[in-house]
């Protein structure tokens, strides 16, 4: 991978981390609604700013918002049954895995054999940390593997889609705002009607942290978006998911996550690999 995507992905890995990190702080579907309305709000921006789409795009944009809004749902979810030192590294591990099978099956992007072995070495992280490393206290939890298991398939879903999409669209901050527009719109309404949150109910503090989220959200994911113009997805998905280390030392310094060893092991053993997985496919 070139210096100018590989830079472009880095930043979006910590960007990512952190605005899990404040998803994983509010700990409601306030925040998560905060988070789309700022979405929306920044897509509809951003489509007055940057250039028209391809047409031939318009179908990606309606699949990769459905999967967008699925992921953000589940991954809310996720955190409620477990903390960030678990579910991240589960969801950020499984998702590099799917992709390259996805991107293989729609777009032939063959993985090597050293990158095989690599995405064997994430597999084992994954397993470890979702088998070893739930919260010291109450052990395994079946829900938050679950939960990040499903969130990691709908992230690869959209991760696919839309790095397929913004080759079509001829503009890839367009498609970013399009993007950021219908799922911030759809998330915003599905919360509504489901999870039944009245916007007037939401204190000003849940507003400002979901904004914050939300802003760092668009940003993260536009870079990736741009990153997948210019090198192949399942690279990009690779590199993208050392936002586990930041996870992991935010999980450890700022929420102040109670240390353990079978988490440290999983987490260190996926981010070895993806380095290799990088290597390989570099």
Same mark, same amino acid.
């Given at each position: 991978m070139s210096l100018l995507p590989l830079s472009l992905v880095l930043f979006s890995a910590a960007l990512h981390a952190s605005w899990n990190a404040m998803i994983k702080v509010g700990n409601s579907a306030s925040i998560v609604l905060a988070m789309a309305v700022c979405s929306a709000v920044l897509g509809l921006i951003g489509i007055f700013i940057f250039d028209e789409i391809s047409s031939a795009s318009i179908k990606y944009l309606i699949y990769g918002? /459905? =999967?967008?809004i699925a992921a953000r749902i589940v991954g809310q979810q996720a955190y409620r049954f477990g903390d960030m030192g678990q579910v991240y590294p589960i969801v950020r591990g499984s998702t590099p895995i799917f992709v390259a099978l996805l991107a293989l099956y729609i777009s032939g992007e063959a993985v090597s054999t050293g990158g095989t072995f690599a995405l064997i070495g994430i597999a084992l992280g994954v397993a470890i940390v979702a088998l070893k490393g739930g919260a010291i206290r109450s052990g395994f939890s079946t829900g938050a593997v679950i939960y990040s298991l499903l969130a990691a398939v709908l992230s690869t879903s959209y991760i696919v889609i839309d790095g397929v999409g913004v !080759? %079509? #669209?001829?503009?890839?901050?367009?498609? &970013? %705002?399009?993007? /950021?527009? @219908?799922?911030?719109l759809g998330s915003?309404? &599905?919360?509504? =009607? /489901?999870?039944?949150?009245?916007? !007037? #109910? @939401?204190?000003?503090?849940?507003?400002?942290l979901g904004f914050s989220a939300g802003i760092l959200q668009v940003i993260s994911w536009g870079l990736v978006v741009v990153a997948m113009n210019y090198a192949p997805m399942s690279l990009v998905a690779a590199t993208r998911e050392t936002s586990l280390v930041f996870g992991f030392g935010i999980s450890l310094l700022i929420l102040k996550e109670r240390y353990s060893h079978w988490r440290a092991l999983g987490s260190s053993t996926i981010a070895l690999s993806l380095i290799l997985f990088q290597s390989f496919r570099g």
């Amino acid at each position: 991978m070139s210096l100018l995507p590989l830079s472009l992905v880095l930043f979006s890995a910590a960007l990512h981390a952190s605005w899990n990190a404040m998803i994983k702080v509010g700990n409601s579907a306030s925040i998560v609604l905060a988070m789309a309305v700022c979405s929306a709000v920044l897509g509809l921006i951003g489509i007055f700013i940057f250039d028209e789409i391809s047409s031939a795009s318009i179908k990606y944009l309606i699949y990769g918002a /459905s =999967f967008h809004i699925a992921a953000r749902i589940v991954g809310q979810q996720a955190y409620r049954f477990g903390d960030m030192g678990q579910v991240y590294p589960i969801v950020r591990g499984s998702t590099p895995i799917f992709v390259a099978l996805l991107a293989l099956y729609i777009s032939g992007e063959a993985v090597s054999t050293g990158g095989t072995f690599a995405l064997i070495g994430i597999a084992l992280g994954v397993a470890i940390v979702a088998l070893k490393g739930g919260a010291i206290r109450s052990g395994f939890s079946t829900g938050a593997v679950i939960y990040s298991l499903l969130a990691a398939v709908l992230s690869t879903s959209y991760i696919v889609i839309d790095g397929v999409g913004v !080759r %079509a #669209s001829q503009s890839p901050l367009a498609y &970013v %705002a399009w993007i /950021s527009l @219908i799922d911030g719109l759809g998330s915003a309404a &599905v919360l509504y =009607f /489901s999870a039944k949150t009245n916007y !007037r #109910s @939401i204190p000003l503090s849940t507003w400002k942290l979901g904004f914050s989220a939300g802003i760092l959200q668009v940003i993260s994911w536009g870079l990736v978006v741009v990153a997948m113009n210019y090198a192949p997805m399942s690279l990009v998905a690779a590199t993208r998911e050392t936002s586990l280390v930041f996870g992991f030392g935010i999980s450890l310094l700022i929420l102040k996550e109670r240390y353990s060893h079978w988490r440290a092991l999983g987490s260190s053993t996926i981010a070895l690999s993806l380095i290799l997985f990088q290597s390989f496919r570099g």
